[in-house]
């Protein structure tokens, strides 16, 4: 399995099994980039997760799938129901916020036919420390 270039063509969505209970996400139709998602933006919470907002204007979207690449390795971190008439929606990362480096956030949107589409901007957030900046006080 090659790696996922998300500026390139990749494929559907399925779990291939890379090794004994090992897993991974593997492509198989073309993603599209698009215009769907705007105004995507990641900042922290009240307890310092990263929370990812965009608006989404497409009435043919089922969900969206949060894809991170951290430390080399990209996968996907969780799903947003989407619902006709809603344009705003939200993804709290419980999943990585915990590792200090670079983490790169891009939203992948499928369609009720099967397709799937990429977010044209992708978001780039950094954790220097887990350290509690409130015990420096």
Known sequence: MSAVDFDDV???VADVEVGPGVFAMAFASPIV???FLE?????PNSLGEIVLRWDLDNNDIET???VATFN??????GTVAVYPGITNYEFTDRV???FVGK??????SVSYDGSVYTSSKNIETSKKSNFPTRMLR
Request: hydrophobic fraction near 50%.
């Open 10 to 12: 990749a494929m559907d």
């Open 33 to 35: 980039k698009s215009n």
């Open 39 to 43: 105004n995507l933006s990641a900042a």
């Open 64 to 66: 969206c799938i949060i």
């Open 72 to 77: 080399g390795v990209t996968a996907p971190l």
């Open 96 to 98: 990585l916020n915990a």
């Open 103 to 108: 983490k790169v956030y891009r939203i992948l």
